[in-house]
Every structure is written in C-alpha cells, then in structure tokens.
C-alpha cells in the first residue's frame, strides 16, 4: 500500500504538469512532464510533502529508468531513413549544445563556488573577533 500511496503523488504532480502543459500552449509549449517534475521539486522544497511519501517509488524509478527510453530508441530505430539524410546537422547541433552546456554548467558552478568561499571566509573572520 506504501508504495501505490508514493506512486499516486508522483503520478498526481506528473498530471498537473500536463493540465498546466495544455493549460499554457497557446503561450509557450513546456513539456508536461518538465512542469510536473519542477511542481513535484517546490512540493518537496516547501514541505508541502515530505521526501519519504515519495522516497522509495522514486528511488525505484531512476534505478530503473533505463526502461523508459526503450521507446525512443525505437522510435529512432523506426525513423532511421529520415535521420540519416539530417546526420551532419544532427551532429553539429549535438557537439555545440554540449559545448555551451558545459561552458553555462562550468560558469554557474564557478559564481556558487565563489560565493560559498565569500561567505566561508566571513565566517572564518567573525570567529575571529
């Protein structure tokens, strides 16, 4: 029963990410799925449920996610003719968003990092007094 109880809250934030997802089509198109998991993310963050009502089904989920892009390879595998004439685009638009995704991770990482030993170092100098 504890694990249905988990499933329905996980289950429960993916469905309101999809009213939300068609409520804001005409505005902007934001996956379901994405909106459920940012809904389900501030739901834990203010406490509004507690991490263990969703612990063990979660944790379950991603040790198995592997499962859920079964589908999509599938899907490439089923459309490889229409890939294979846009290759050449498909790679290249893969190799720059990597690259900036790793120089925008890098840089965000860098501003945290450098705040944390800012207030660190404030820390060391209030002990001090």
Do not use: C, H
């Not at 902007?28 to 993310?41: D, E």
């Not at 899907?75 to 638009?93: M, P, R, T």
């Not at 893969?94 to 820390?123: H, P």
């Amino acid at each position: 029963m504890k694990i249905i109880k988990q499933l329905f809250w996980i289950f429960l934030f993916s469905f309101l990410g999809e009213m939300l997802s068609a409520i804001i089509l005409p505005y902007i198109a934001i996956p379901g799925s994405v909106i459920g998991m940012v809904l389900l993310f501030l739901a834990l963050q203010f406490r509004v449920i507690k991490v263990e009502q969703v612990e063990e089904a979660g944790t379950w989920l991603t040790d198995n996610m592997g499962i859920f892009f079964v589908p999509a390879g599938v899907a490439l595998i089923s459309n490889f003719d229409i890939l294979a004439d846009a290759w050449l685009q498909l790679l290249v638009i893969m190799v720059v968003t990597t690259i900036l995704m790793m120089v925008f991770v890098g840089k965000v990482v860098q501003r945290i990092k450098k705040r944390t030993d800012v207030k660190a170092e404030k820390t060391v100098k209030k002990g001090e007094r």
